[in-house]
């Protein structure tokens, strides 16, 4: 069973963990974590979901994502999360989220790396990873309109693209 900690509505952690499911009050939240992985021409890894995966089934997203489990960081649950869904080690202690999305429920840490590697040396997660390729921008977003993608925002995915070098919301 999978324990989450949570948070007040300034990201303090408040002592209480929840299981995965269990309701939470209005003033409770979870924390969340996303790894956008770039290669150097630019293009996005994006996997798609399983067909049974509960939400979203068999449709694309960024390269990963998921939950923190209670006593992790946010760069803990990265690391993780990346490791779990895709095979990839890679150490995020050192690293800042690009940018956070405060959603209902919780806290959406975002991390963008540039990260050479070879699709075939991936270990996929059986339960949760059907397929992955490298995407540019105006695949996602074509693949958005087609309903074939979660459907984000196409500024947050222009965001992910554009600010994938530097922290901030101004360009330099």
Known sequence: ?????????????????????????????H??????????????????????????????????????????????????????????????????PRFTINFERGFDDYYLIEYELDLNELTLQTEEVQAVKWASKEEILELIELKKFIPYYESIIAFLFEGRHHYGSVCL
């Open 31 to 96: 924390l969340v974590v996303h790894v956008c992985i770039f290669n150097p021409k630019g293009e996005m890894l994006i996997l798609q979901r399983q067909p049974f995966k509960q939400g979203w089934s068999n449709l694309w997203d960024i390269t990963c994502g998921g939950s923190a489990v209670a006593g992790e960081t946010s760069q803990q649950a990265t690391s993780r999360e990346l490791f779990e869904e895709l095979g990839i080690l890679y150490n995020f202690e050192r690293i800042r």
């Open 1 to 29: 069973m999978e324990k989450w900690d949570l948070y007040d509505k300034h990201r303090n952690k408040i002592d209480k963990q929840i299981a995965r499911g269990d309701e939470m009050t209005s003033d409770e939240f």
